[in-house]
């Protein structure tokens, strides 16, 4: 895509979720900007653009996987390798932000890891950010440039609102996750309830669920999240459910990063269908269950990406649910 005389569009990927990538340029009817790509022996990552890239319009989509901390850099480089050779504005398109979850200190000596990334995308030379459900809104705060912070909302009431029937129940896995809950159960005529759990402090992505607070009783629940990692928390939060005498439970979040034993526990789970997206590329165990729906964010990407390219509003194609 170009504008003769005044700028052009120019998209890359890193290697985290090229398949993504690809589709989202397809979307676009361009062409993914050609990359070399290198590690020299001690593991340093290498990065050059083989085309001109001076005064163009740069987007980098790149989702911080696993491995996480190799991809963030990757992003970072290639960043830095836009800055240096003159494009006139580079945006990181993250659609699953790492670190997003240390966005606050729990205990004492913590760090904010949130607010450091931000600080790295600002000084590797990023002019703004867009992510997709972040996994809380201040993170948008911790930088001083435009973070669009996209939803996956759109999506997911498309799909639940051709397979649902009868009454529904939207449940929070936890008390923080209520307005997330509230916000698709407006858009689906459902009611809100919500799981109280307790983390333990000692080990990372353990959690006990207690009680539900809400109507589950005898109603389909679709048990709402922005991230299954390990999935202790739905899973915990459906058996409770299903205790407390729900129909159904299905599960329904943005980011499926399934790390770890996610993929067993959801394999014995009461849940009936595990609704995720494509921000992360989905391991191949996960699809084999039978029960997982992967939905596409390419659209609400490349929808995003031409609004920044023609300074059009972000937001209209979200009908204002973005924040």
Not at 36 to 48: K, L, N, Q, S, T
Not at 185 to 206: I, Q
């Amino acid at each position: 895509m170009e504008r003769p005389g005044r700028k052009r569009l120019m998209v890359f990927t890193g290697s985290a979720n090229p398949e993504l990538a690809e589709e989202v340029a397809k979307l676009l009817d361009v062409e993914l900007g050609r990359v070399e790509r290198g590690r020299f022996a001690d593991g340093e990552i290498y990065v050059r653009y083989i085309d001109s890239v001076r005064g163009a319009d740069c987007f980098v989509i790149q989702s911080h996987s696993n491995p996480i901390n190799e991809h963030i850099m990757e992003q970072l480089i290639m960043i830095d390798a836009l800055k240096r050779a003159s494009a006139k504005r580079i945006t990181a398109v993250v659609p699953f932000y790492g670190y997003a979850r240390q966005d606050k200190k729990g205990r004492p000596r913590e760090p904010i890891t949130a607010r450091m990334m931000g600080d790295l995308f600002m000084a590797a030379g990023a002019d703004r950010i867009a992510s997709v459900d972040l996994h809380t809104g201040q993170v948008q705060g911790f930088i001083d440039a435009p973070f669009d912070s996209l939803t996956a909302l759109p999506l997911f009431e498309d799909y639940l609102s051709r397979r649902l029937e009868g009454p529904i129940t939207m449940v929070s896995p936890d008390s923080g996750g209520v307005k997330r809950a509230t916000r698709f159960a407006h858009h689906l005529d459902a009611e809100v309830a919500f799981v109280y759990k307790r983390r333990r402090t000692d080990v990372r992505n353990e959690v006990v669920a207690q009680w539900v607070v809400g109507d589950v009783e005898g109603r389909h629940c679709v048990i709402v999240d922005d991230i299954i990692d390990t999935a202790g928390t739905v899973v915990a939060s459906a058996e409770l459910v299903m205790e407390r005498g729900a129909l159904s439970v299905m599960v329904v979040a943005t980011h499926g990063v399934l790390s770890g034993p996610a993929v067993k526990r959801i394999s014995t789970a009461p849940i009936s269908e595990l609704v995720i997206t494509n921000t992360l590329p989905i391991a191949k165990e996960a699809v084999a269950l039978g029960n997982v729906t992967v939905l596409s964010v390419a659209p609400l990407v490349a929808g995003t990406i031409e609004a920044i390219f023609n300074d059009a509003s972000v937001s209209e194609i979200f009908k204002g649910e973005n924040t």
